[in-house]
């Protein structure tokens, strides 16, 4: 006789050590998305033998978690994943053995164990960014699109998210906007971004600058923005910087 009920699968045992790591996306890799990432990192962690732990049911998961990732098409210094571990090993060893199976231009920068790292979820642990924007458009008129947003009460712009097209308020979230002359002739704006619900980012701010300052961007205008991300981590309000999550 055929047994009608389905058998439990075994139950996982928790991992018994966590690493935060910070990564950066560099040159062409700038275009991975992060679901290209989440593939590569999953087959470098199988490749390194890292002692992954896995979630429980019937189709178990490795215990990786992705934090605050940035747009496809970004640059990023400052890119965070935390892994969960059925085994305790050194995290100094765990970056070299990593690194040395990741594809060039996604560079590991830092491991470390969760047990020193600040208290609190890591998504909870990011909540401000610094960001480069290079422009292919002259400093004065970029000069003159960032004094316009920054003087707007809010700046609504629209994109389209997982829940549909949603309209939001890019203006909110600025906290420190300047340009510069960058290297190639453009512009170079420096951003600072505290993060909300739905977090904005820099090409919001962009399509901001479009809006209200009358800036012509894209493929039709010379070329389309880069944007690099510098840091992540907690925004302190009071000294309007970021603090490092991972110590």
Do not use: C
């Not at 600040?118 to 990011?126: E, F, I, N």
């Not at 316009?148 to 629209?158: Q, R």
Request: proline fraction near 7%; avoid cysteine.
């Amino acid at each position: 006789m055929i047994d009608s009920v389905r058998q439990q699968p075994e139950q996982q045992a928790p991992p018994v050590q966590r690493l935060r790591i910070r990564y950066a996306k560099r040159g062409r890799l700038r275009f991975t998305s992060h679901r290209d990432f989440s593939r590569a990192f999953e087959r470098a962690v199988a490749r390194a033998r890292i002692p992954v732990a896995y979630s429980s049911g019937f189709n178990p998961h490795p215990r990786i978690s992705y934090a605050g990732a940035a747009p496809t098409g970004a640059a990023s210094e400052a890119e965070y994943v935390e892994l969960g571990l059925r085994e305790v090993i050194d995290p100094a060893a765990t970056k070299i053995a990593l690194d040395q199976v990741m594809p060039d231009g996604l560079d590991l920068i830092d491991v470390v164990d969760t047990a020193t790292s600040p208290k609190g979820a890591l998504a909870d642990l990011l909540t401000g960014s610094e960001w480069i924007i290079d422009l292919p458009v002259p400093p004065e008129q970029a000069a003159a699109a960032v004094e316009a947003f920054l003087g707007a009460d809010e700046v609504i712009v629209s994109r389209m998210t997982k829940k549909g097209l949603r309209e939001f308020d890019a203006r909110s979230a600025v906290v420190r906007l300047a340009t510069a002359r960058s290297a190639k002739g453009g512009s170079r704006l420096e951003l600072l971004l505290k993060h909300g619900t739905p977090t904005v980012r820099p090409d919001d701010v962009v399509t901001g600058l479009e809006r209200i300052g009358g800036l012509e961007i894209g493929p039709e205008h010379g070329g389309l923005p880069l944007l690099t991300r510098l840091t992540q981590g907690v925004f302190d309000e009071e000294s309007g910087t970021i603090g490092d999550p991972l110590h």
